[in-house]
């Protein structure tokens, strides 16, 4: 039962008042409570989910063989469920509570030269932190032999996302310091209901 100032008995002329009245606290409370655990239930089964796909393609520039920078281009955002975009490439959640989330993204791409090895992770912002890292484990590469031939790969990771958090895809060119155009991109992220309470 929920904790619940029951009134004096001493303001009351009868016990069947008093009674009354402490019945109604009693059932008042509950229905708060109640109406509590239905708003979190509903926060929790209503999975978020956000999509964004590229519209115009933009070379980014690679000053570092190796390093990762955000991928150029200009995105569309796409079915949003307490997710927004609020700058390109960069699906945030907006949502509440934290939430495992699963992301897929498919990425195509050209390269300035021939015989290069782009390679593309995920990065993702904690905003409670007030920073960001790569994610590592989300790693794929794609070897382009002549750089005018468009190649194809997709990612796959998993990470918990709290309210404000951002992901975003970011790309390197792991052979030299030639450029890389990412042509194509769709990004998905949907929550997962694993269970788990955080």
């Known amino acids: 039962m929920p904790n619940v100032i029951l009134p004096?008995?001493?303001g009351y002329e009868n016990w069947q008042d008093w009674a009354?009245?402490?019945n109604k606290a009693i059932l008042e409370a509950q229905e708060e409570e109640e109406r509590e655990r239905s708003d979190e239930i509903y926060r929790v089964a209503r999975v978020p989910y956000g999509g964004l796909f590229l519209t115009t393609p933009v070379e980014t520039v690679i000053s570092s063989t190796g390093a990762y920078v955000k991928a150029l281009g200009t995105t569309t955002g796409h079915l949003f469920r307490d997710f927004d975009m609020p700058v390109n490439n960069r699906?945030?959640?907006t949502g509440r509570p934290a939430y495992h989330m699963h992301i897929s993204c498919s990425i195509s791409m050209i390269t300035a030269g021939n015989q290069k090895k782009p390679?593309?992770?995920l990065f993702l912002?904690?905003?409670s932190a007030g920073?960001?890292?790569l994610a590592d484990g989300s790693q794929v590469n794609r070897f382009v032999a002549t750089g005018a031939d468009e190649g194809s790969t997709a990612l796959h990771w998993d990470m918990m996302l709290n309210t404000n958090d951002y992901v975003e895809l970011h790309v390197a060119n792991l052979t030299d310091t030639t450029n890389v155009t990412v042509t194509n991109i769709y990004m998905f992220?949907?929550?997962?209901i694993t269970g788990a309470k955080t």
Not at 189 to 192: A, E, F, K, P
Request: hydrophobic share 35%; aromatic share 18%; glycine share 10%.
């Open 8 to 10: 004096d008995p001493a």
């Open 20 to 22: 009354y009245e402490n």
């Open 91 to 93: 699906l945030r959640y």
């Open 119 to 121: 390679s593309f992770k």
């Open 125 to 127: 912002w904690d905003d």
């Open 131 to 133: 920073s960001g890292a």
């Open 189 to 192: 992220l949907m929550g997962m």
